[in-house]
Every structure is written in structure tokens, then in C-alpha cells.
């Protein structure tokens, strides 16, 4: 009884690390969970209506992190499909209805994440969540798959907020939790979120498995890159 109770106080303090930061905020799609089967299913639901052939996933990574809409716009784009107004919106809510219908069919966290998310927990990190798909649909999945650990804030597009990377939802969050944007780290896969973390001030930390190549981020001048969930947390604690 005594042993095993010191053994469990321990193994748990084991999990108690040192902070660089008091929060992170992290993006959603292609950082804490790989949604592109769904989206893609969506978008090919949504494509074939126009008579446009189907796009695979990897494709369809090049089109997200914009927004839902500009994914739209970008498939129909290149695919060369020009379509008026009246059909381009009648098309994206049937995308929405589609997407909407099937958030979480294929849609899992990435290896590493949850026991990533359960050390910053005990460290007493506030954790929040930014995207730019439309706010239900983020709060559904971040529902469904994550919904055992308590985001601070779970934010998607909501009228009258911009998007990233214009940092005002990074304030948003700062404000809520009492932190000061020098102390939050942004995790995300893009160089949309590279630019919000730049915009807002926060410290920035990319993944490399997301729906962007490490490379092409590098490339960029965007860094640093994780590869590994240990070099994330590199990033995160001391």
C-alpha cells in the first residue's frame, strides 16, 4: 500500500517538467490532429458535383490553412473550373454540410501528442487551440478526439474575427489567461502560423509531420522545425 502509493507520487512527479513558457496555443489541423482524409473526402463530395475529377491527400494539403473557403477556391482553381458566384457559394455549403455530416471519420491525433498535452497539464502550462476552419467544426473534432484535456480556449473562424495570420485572437487568448505574448509558444505546421506568432510576438515552434514540408518552412526562413514529439517538447520544456 505505502510503496505503491510513493511509487505513483513519483512515477507522476517524474512527469512534472520545468517550462520555457506559462502557455501555448496550438493550431489544429496537421499539428495536433491529422484531419485530411476528411477534409479531402469533403472537398471530392463537393468536387464531383462539378464535375471535377478527385484530388488525392496530398494535393489537399497544399490547399488548407487558409480557411475552408480558400480551400474550395483553390481545388476549383486548379483544376481550371471557373464557377459564378451563386454556384461557388451553393458548392462550399455543400462542402460545409458534407464536412459538417463527417468531421471524424479517419481524423486521428498524432503519435506523441496526447502524452505531450498530459506533461504540459501537470506543469500547470494554460493551453489553447487557433485555427482557421469555421469554429463548430473545430470544436466538434477538438471535442471528439482531445476531449479529455482542458483548452483554455478553442478558437475556429467566428464572423467579425480576421483570421491568422492577424494576431488579434492571439491577444484574445493572452488576455484570458494572464500571460504575456513573450511567454506563450505557438505550435503550428504553416507558415500562416509562423506569421501569426511573428505578428503577435509569441515564441514559435513548427512541426515537420503536418500538411506542410519541413523543408519548404525552412526554406522560408521559418524555424524551428520539430520533427520528433521529443524535439517538441524540447521547445517547450527545459
Same mark, same amino acid.
Given at each position: 500500500?505505502?510503496?505503491?502509493?510513493?511509487?505513483?507520487?513519483?512515477?507522476?512527479?517524474?512527469?512534472?517538467?520545468?517550462?520555457?513558457?506559462?502557455? +501555448? $496555443?496550438?493550431?489544429?489541423?496537421? *499539428? #495536433?490532429? !491529422? &484531419? /485530411?482524409?476528411?477534409?479531402?473526402?469533403?472537398?471530392?463530395?463537393?468536387?464531383?458535383l462539378a464535375d471535377v475529377k478527385p484530388i488525392?491527400?496530398?494535393?489537399?494539403?497544399?490547399?488548407?490553412?487558409?480557411?475552408?473557403?480558400?480551400?474550395?477556391?483553390?481545388?476549383?482553381?486548379?483544376?481550371?473550373?471557373?464557377?459564378?458566384?451563386?454556384?461557388?457559394?451553393?458548392?462550399?455549403?455543400?462542402?460545409?454540410?458534407?464536412?459538417?455530416?463527417?468531421?471524424?471519420?479517419?481524423?486521428?491525433?498524432?503519435?506523441?501528442?496526447?502524452?505531450?498535452?498530459?506533461?504540459?497539464?501537470?506543469?500547470?502550462?494554460?493551453?489553447? +487551440? $487557433?485555427?482557421?476552419?469555421?469554429? *463548430? #467544426?473545430? !470544436? &466538434? /473534432?477538438?471535442?471528439?478526439?482531445?476531449?479529455?484535456?482542458?483548452?483554455?480556449?478553442?478558437?475556429?473562424?467566428?464572423?467579425?474575427?480576421?483570421?491568422?495570420?492577424?494576431?488579434?485572437?492571439?491577444?484574445?487568448?493572452?488576455?484570458?489567461?494572464?500571460?504575456?505574448?513573450?511567454?506563450?509558444?505557438?505550435?503550428?505546421?504553416?507558415?500562416?502560423?509562423?506569421?501569426?506568432?511573428?505578428?503577435?510576438?509569441?515564441?514559435?515552434?513548427?512541426?515537420?509531420?503536418?500538411?506542410?514540408?519541413?523543408?519548404?518552412?525552412?526554406?522560408?526562413?521559418?524555424?524551428?522545425?520539430?520533427?520528433?514529439?521529443?524535439?517538441?517538447?524540447?521547445?517547450v520544456f527545459e
Amino acid at each position: 500500500g505505502i510503496e505503491e502509493s510513493v511509487n505513483i507520487c513519483y512515477t507522476h512527479h517524474m512527469n512534472i517538467r520545468t517550462p520555457k513558457v506559462k502557455a +501555448i $496555443l496550438f493550431d489544429l489541423d496537421g *499539428t #495536433l490532429i !491529422n &484531419t /485530411i482524409g476528411d477534409i479531402t473526402a469533403a472537398v471530392n463530395g463537393t468536387l464531383a458535383l462539378a464535375d471535377v475529377k478527385p484530388i488525392d491527400e496530398k494535393t489537399c494539403m497544399r490547399y488548407v490553412g487558409n480557411g475552408l473557403k480558400n480551400t474550395l477556391r483553390q481545388a476549383l482553381a486548379d483544376a481550371n473550373k471557373s464557377v459564378s458566384q451563386d454556384d461557388f457559394d451553393r458548392l462550399l455549403t455543400t462542402f460545409f454540410d458534407l464536412y459538417r455530416s463527417k468531421p471524424v471519420v479517419v481524423s486521428h491525433v498524432y503519435p506523441g501528442i496526447e502524452t505531450l498535452l498530459q506533461k504540459c497539464v501537470d506543469s500547470n502550462l494554460k493551453l489553447g +487551440i $487557433l485555427s482557421n476552419k469555421e469554429n *463548430t #467544426l473545430v !470544436n &466538434t /473534432i477538438v471535442q471528439r478526439l482531445l476531449g479529455t484535456f482542458d483548452f483554455e480556449f478553442v478558437r475556429g473562424v467566428l464572423e467579425g474575427k480576421p483570421l491568422k495570420p492577424d494576431p488579434e485572437c492571439v491577444y484574445e487568448f493572452a488576455t484570458l489567461t494572464h500571460v504575456d505574448a513573450s511567454q506563450i509558444l505557438f505550435v503550428g505546421d504553416s507558415e500562416v502560423d509562423a506569421k501569426t506568432a511573428l505578428a503577435a510576438t509569441t515564441r514559435l515552434a513548427l512541426v515537420g509531420w503536418g500538411f506542410k514540408e519541413a523543408q519548404e518552412l525552412l526554406q522560408a526562413g521559418y524555424g524551428p522545425v520539430c520533427n520528433t514529439i521529443e524535439e517538441l517538447e524540447a521547445e517547450v520544456f527545459e
